[in-house]
Structure formats: C-alpha cells, structure tokens
C-alpha cells in the first residue's frame, strides 16, 4: 500500500476538482475546472457535454501538476472514485439516452411529490431527493416518465460512464429514496409503487434506482470506453478498481473525520449544514431533518439551512465603503478579521438586537421568501462589538433550532468537525457554532482537499480490506493539526438571550416576508 496511489474526483456545484493522494492520504497533486449551473426549460440544470468536458479539463490538469511536480508523467493509479452534488434527477430510456436535462438538487418544483410522498412513505421525503423529482413528473404527466429505465445521481451517472456498473454508494442512495438495511427501504418501495400505479404508471422503483454499496465493497473497474472518456489522450490506462460513487455529504463526513456515532460535522458558508451520525432512530419524522447515511451505512440526521453568512459579507462591503470613503487603507479580508475579533466585547445581550440573515427562504424557520431584517430593542447599546456579534448568531440561529430538535430526541454529538468560511476566525466562529450546536467544534488546520479528497480517501480505504471505516480514518487523521473550541458559560448565555429575542420577533420576519 505504501507508494499507491488513489485518485478523487468530486463534482461540486461550482467547481469539478481530482485530487491524487498516497496511501496515507498526503495530497500529491489536484486538478480543478470551473463551471456553473444554467436555468434550462424552467429548471436548474448541467449540461451532459459540460460534466464530459469538465472532467477531462480537470484530469489533464491534475496529470499536468503531476508531471510538473514529480517530473514523469502519471502512468498508474491503484484506485479511484467520484463524488458529487447529491439528490437531483438524471431520467435515461433503455438505450442510455438521456430524457430530460440533469435536474439538480436546485429545484424546487417538486414540493407537491415531496408532500405527498412525506404522508405515504411516513418519513420526510425532501424536495431535492430523487423519487420526489420522478413522482412529480409523474404527478406532471411529463411524456418522459413511462420511458424511463434507470435514475442517477451524477455521482453514479459518471461512475456508470467510467465503468459500466450501475452502482451507487449507501450514503448518495440516501438521498435518492430512505435506507433501511444499506439498501432501499423495501416496504416503502411497495407504497411507491403503489403510488405510481395509481397514477397509471407501471414501473417498480427498485428497479429504476443504482444498486446500493457500502464503503469498501468493490463498484466495478475502470473500463477502456471509460478511461478515455476521462483522458481522451490514451495515457489513462483501464483495469483502475473503483469504491463505490458518493454524495459530497458523505465525502465532506469522511473528510472530516465524521463517521463514528455521535460525531457529525458542520458546513458553514453561503449555505449551511449539520450532519450528526446517530447511535439510534430518531423516534418519528422531521419536516426539518433528512434522514441520510455514511459512506458506511450509519444513520445521519442533516439539518440544512439556506442562509448563513452572505448577510455578513453584505454588510462587510458595506463597512469597506464607509473606510475607502474615509481614506483607509484595508482589505475585506483584513476587515472580517478585526470585525469578528470585535464582536468579543459585546455585551450579554448583544445590545438587544436581533437580526434574521433570509436572502433567501429559511425551510426551518417557516419563512419561504428571503427578506433580511434587523430591529433593535430601544434599551439595547447599539455599538459595532454588538452588531456585529447579533450578525454572527444570527449565521447560526436557524441551524441551532434544527439541532434543538435533535437535542429533544437524545441525540448527544460529543464534537462536531467545522469547515467552510464562517470558521476562518481563531476562535469566533466556532465558539458561536458550539453554543448553537451545544458540542464543541474542532477545525481542521488543514482542511485536505474537501470532497475530492474524501473520495480519494475511500477508493485508498476499498484497497486495504482491513480496518473499519472508523479505524481507517482515525489514522489518517491521527497527526492531524486541529483546534477545538467549546463555548464558555458567557458564550451560552450571550447566544440563549439571541435566541430568544429571535423566536420571540420572528412572526414579524414572516409578515415582512408576505408582504415583501
């Protein structure tokens, strides 16, 4: 296993990036490629041409590193795997032809499915999850839906390109129909089916859906048609064994060093999210919880919100006007810094104010258009240490009412791994997070190579055949650079006074969004 090495890819929703890593998981040289999503017929959507094209620009940059770095060009790869933006709907016929542009995780036409689906299956069924998107079109009469023979996530559509095994990782599955027993959950595929019989069509769900993996089980090879639809130069050559396609869910878990029980990691940037890997069931269905796996089958409750810090950004552009204005010299970087540090003198009341961060709607809060808003209490200090302490609570604020749902079940994360840029303060960011979390937050000093790298990790972790998933990850995190932070008594009661202005103020919120 020593000089091995493991190829991964991971297909993000603004950037296609390969990292190559040892068996240890040391990088050794990424690629990466840009692209966008596009509003195609109504929906949010990729192009096949441009996932083809993305891919090989991203490879031939990543070989290019390789040869630059190592001064021989990349002859051999001893394992790979593919990761991507879960959920969303890839329809193919019986002759692979694509029936409908890709529609993504983006969408939102699918909340009557979704609806429907949530009362019949008895579990919360989201709107960006692929059966909600089939029965919709379904439920749409689209001329597509009786034609279709297999549904993909574009993890398990480009693994199925690149080997020829339609096969899908648990954890990516998770987000295309509920699990139980790290495969489809059977007695619910009966009342899906029923449900497409009623609606005249006759097919099985099962039978539409990847075959479902486990993290260390074999997904197939690299087949010659497929290597050099990654590497139309030939130098690829096939035979590369392949770990099964993940979702950037289960990528970002594995990259964090999130999958043992009672662990779980938290995403916070434009969007956030919070995954907490379960000892047990939750005791029913939340509209606020999706119910997803590990890479290796352990249950994950997810709480996802849509907004966390693009409102503080906004207003640090707003804060660089005013110094540029008056003459100082600084940049937006440098200025988040002082701003955040700052917010450590803010009082135990963060001088009263209240804020709610919604560009756009909040799911969780019951708010579904976005309308930023902030009110201060007349007795409250208004100063910048307190505005900006209100700014950064409120990035948190609807994440921590999904996990004190969580907290009403028993679930009890002993720590929780941050990522993303709400976290590149020393201390603040994280501090705020642990209090809305209620564990701490560790922060990776190097946070790898995200998915792309956790992928890599899984096609090393398929090749060993040894360790637990757990055991494997705990020593490649093992000399790991980190930090872990804890909120203190005042960090807790400064955030519950937040907290409770803003479920107190938040029907104000809605109206301003029904009106808006």
Known sequence: ??????????????????????????????????????LTDGYWSYAL???????????????????AAYGQPLAHIDGMGVSAMMHGYLAFNAQDELLVPFRTWRNTNTARAAAALSDALQCNMPMRWSA???????????????KVAHLHTLASYVHYRLTGQNVIGVGDASGMFPIQDNDYDRARIQTYNELLRAQGVQKDIYELLPRVLTAGQHAGALTAAGAKWLDPSGALQAGVPCCPPEGDAGTGMVATDAVRENTGNVSAGTSAFAMAVLDKPLTKAYPEIDM????????VAMVHVNNCTSEINEWVGLFYEAARLCGAQTDKGELIAKLFALSRESDGECGKFVGYNYLSGEPIAGVEKGVPMIMRLADGESNLSNFMQMHIYSAVATLGMGMEILAGEGVAVQRMCGHGGFFKSEYVGAAAMSAAVGAPVTVLKNAGEGGAWGIALLAAFAA???????????????NEQKSTVCASEQD?????????RYKKYAGVEKAAAEVE
């Open 1 to 38: 296993m020593k000089d091995k090495k493991f190829l991964g890819i991971e297909l993000g929703s603004t950037r296609i990036k390969a990292v190559l890593i040892d068996a240890g998981g040391a990088v050794l040289c990424a690629g990466g490629y840009e692209w966008e999503n596009t």
């Open 49 to 67: 041409e441009d996932v083809e094209k993305g891919l090989q620009a991203c490879y031939a940059a990543l070989t290019k590193a390789y040869a």
């Open 132 to 146: 909600a998107h089939y029965y919709q079109a379904v439920l749409d009469k689209e001329e597509h839906a009786g």
């Open 292 to 299: 997803v796996t590990t890479p290796d089958g352990k249950p």
């Open 464 to 478: 060993q055949n040894k360790a637990t998933l757990p055991d494997f990850l705990e020593d490649v995190f093992r």
């Open 492 to 500: 807790k009661k400064k955030y519950a006074a937040f907290m409770a």
